[in-house]
């Protein structure tokens, strides 16, 4: 207890100063020592401990995300087989539909086709005229100017021949007319597609 009063002899509080703190008793000293170096331990733990676990935080972020990725790839992977199958029967599909497309040496027959459907039906034939063509993002557009007279049944059996045709033909703009003894005329645009194979 005595070794403990000497460490603090002489030394009264309201005297503390830094600049004589080579003559502070070594009591205080050991306690200003002690004070600085536990604030320097705190201190460069919270910043060392604070920075651990922000990057932990980030760690966790990030593994959240990968996890994620990991699903959609293994998904993805799981679901090859069945894409695989899907692609080949588009490829297929496509393949069939692209048959129905006539091809510029095929569009002379074409014409010959729909003026046959137009005489099976009974109608008269007024005219069949390619209009200029239409070029889309992958096809190119066709249109054919149509003029028939007939009756409103042969015009039916006219437009049903047409759609049955192998061919993809699309029909528009139709304008009926009154021509007089029991017999209309028609107008259209009959449209057929060819695959642009320029892209």
Known sequence: MDSFKNAF?????????????GT??????????????SAIIFLGMHFYVS???????????????LKQQYQAKAYQ??????????????????AVLLQQLPTQKEVP?????????????????????LADERKEAFYIELPINITVTGSYHQMGQFVSGV???????????????TAGNDQLTMNLSAKTYRYDDTN
């Not at 651990?52 to 593994?63: M, N, P, W």
Request: hydrophobic letters at 45%.
């Open 9 to 21: 002899k002489g030394f009264d509080i309201n005297d503390l100063d830094f600049n004589t703190a």
């Open 24 to 37: 502070w008793p070594i009591g205080v000293k050991i306690i200003t020592y002690l004070i600085v170096f």
């Open 51 to 65: 920075e651990k676990i922000t990057q932990l935080d980030r760690a966790i972020a990030k593994e959240q995300e």
């Open 77 to 94: 992977v799981a679901s090859l087989d069945a894409l695989r199958k899907q692609m080949a029967d588009v490829e297929e599909r496509f």
């Open 109 to 129: 027959g074409l014409l010959d086709d729909i003026t046959t459907i137009g005489r099976e039906s009974g109608l008269d034939i007024a005219s069949i005229a």
């Open 163 to 177: 759609a049955a045709t192998p061919r993809i033909v699309t029909l528009h703009d139709y304008d009926i007319k």
